[in-house]
């Protein structure tokens, strides 16, 4: 018992030495969003003490419904500290009418992982009238099943349901003729 004290004892301690030295810097971002010729751009600042930092791996994202959606691949930031990406103008836009946008720096070795959120207006307004107007498909709503996958079902529990009954009137008719012979 005491051999296994010992080796949890010095595991323990190289763990934290090694933590020790590897302290992490802190650093923060600013998203900016604008125009540039005809297609948007996102602008990622990441500073750490007051100073733009260099060669951080900045990830992009929209927030969406049930998780994330990544916009772009991932930019590494400039001398400067900035990270541009191109900002698809198709996405839609949430029942706010605003997207929330997310960028990211993950298990970067010097700032470790951090990120930031933002709300912008760049997207589009999603047309439901086109699925008001769907055409019966297997990928439709209830309303617009198929009319053979309709009758196909009703057909299988009409059929289901009518067996049951069947058998069920069956056993009181053996029961029924069982009192009236004794």
């Known amino acids: 018992m005491k051999k296994y004290k010992y080796i949890l004892t010095v595991c323990l301690g ?3 030495t090694l933590n ?22 996102c602008n990622v600042l990441v500073v750490s003490e007051g100073k733009p930092v260099a060669d951080v791996t ?4 929209v927030q969406r ?4 959606l990544p916009i772009g691949k991932d930019v590494t930031t400039d001398e400067s500290g900035i ?9 839609p836009f949430n029942s706010d009418g605003k997207l929330i946008v ?3 720096v993950e298990d970067d ?8 959120k933002s709300e912008t207006n760049i997207g ?3 047309d439901l009238t086109k699925l008001e107007k769907a055409e019966r498909s297997l990928s439709g709503s209830r309303d617009n099943a198929p009319i053979y996958f309709i009758v196909a079902s009703i057909s299988i529990i009409t059929g289901i349901w009518g067996t049951l009954i069947y058998v069920v009137l069956q056993i009181f008719k053996i029961k029924r003729k069982k009192t009236v012979t004794i």
Do not use: C, R, W
């Open 65 to 68: 419904l049930f998780g994330l």
């Open 102 to 104: 997310l960028a990211k």
């Open 14 to 16: 190289v763990f934290f």
């Open 58 to 61: 900045v990830k992009l994202f």
């Open 109 to 116: 070795e010097n700032y470790g992982s951090f990120e930031i």
């Open 83 to 91: 990270a541009t990406f191109e900002f698809p103008s198709n996405i």
């Open 20 to 41: 020790i030295g590897a302290q992490e810097k802190e650093a923060t971002m600013t998203l900016s969003f604008a125009k540039v010729d005809s297609s948007d751009v």
């Open 124 to 126: 589009v307004k999603e």
